[in-house]
């Protein structure tokens, strides 16, 4: 595989609750990325992390997103008081990261998230 | 003004068939260029990254026209299983280092 598992798989969840979607990449890979694709739209950035610093929330919808990384591996993505339009599949991506301008990025399987 | 934008197809071509994909991008600024395969419910994979003097990977060759902005891939010799949706993806590299995807062009290889 690509090296990074999410979980869960799917996730339904009703309008108003908080949901937390976790990405755990294989070790070493400083980079970590999230991204959401909506039905029948294009991947969309979320949040950037190098290590367990996120210099990059520019793609975050609204504050009720947020995520953290610890320990420099593991990462999760919660929303507060999920709404109708949050639902969409959450992909999280490990980065070859480091110097240079090439950033190859190599995705999960995503979380499929429904809110009703 | 999307910035990458792609012909959405769909793109119907017999097995066997030569077929290219066209992207622009309007950011001047990118470093970094992608071809990325997304089969139907599935994440998107990479194919190929795509450099200034072109490449080649097996049936596929990336060209890149940073003058005119412009990705394109071509597929030699099609096979049913290259039937998914191929998205162009950009990034500027340092810094903001996020990827910027294209909507995609669906293919469908029919025998």
């Known amino acids: 595989g690509a090296g990074v598992s999410q979980s869960p798989s799917n996730k339904v969840t009703e309008k108003g609750k908080d949901v937390e979607l976790r990405c755990d990449p294989i070790s070493g890979h400083t980079a970590l990325y999230w991204y959401r694709q909506s039905l029948g739209q294009g991947l969309e950035f979320l949040i950037y992390?190098?290590?367990?610093?996120?210099?990059?929330k520019s793609g975050l919808p609204s504050d009720r997103f947020s995520a953290e990384r610890t320990g420099g591996s593991v990462s999760t993505l919660t929303i507060q008081r999920t709404q109708q339009e949050d639902s969409a599949v959450y992909l999280c991506?490990?980065?070859?990261?480091?110097?240079?301008?090439?950033?190859?990025?190599?995705f999960g399987p995503g979380t499929r998230l429904t809110v009703l | 003004r999307k910035e990458v934008e792609q012909d959405p197809g769909p793109f119907n071509v017999p097995e066997g068939a030569t077929v290219a994909f066209n992207c622009t991008y309007s950011n001047s600024a990118s470093q970094s260029f992608f071809w990325y395969r997304q089969d139907c419910r599935k994440e998107p994979k990479l194919l190929m990254s795509?450099?200034?003097s072109g490449n080649e990977d097996g049936r596929f060759t990336a060209q890149l026209n940073r003058a005119s902005q412009y990705i394109s891939l071509l597929i030699r010799d099609s096979k049913l299983s290259d039937s998914a949706t191929y998205l162009c993806?950009?990034?500027?590299?340092?810094?903001?280092?996020?990827?910027?995807f294209g909507s995609g062009t669906r293919l469908q290889v029919q025998p």
């Open positions: 992390f190098q290590g367990n610093s996120a210099p990059d």
């Open positions: 795509v450099y200034s």
């Open positions: 993806v950009v990034s500027t590299g340092t810094g903001r280092r996020a990827l910027t």
């Open positions: 991506a490990r980065g070859t990261g480091g110097g240079g301008s090439y950033n190859e990025q190599f």
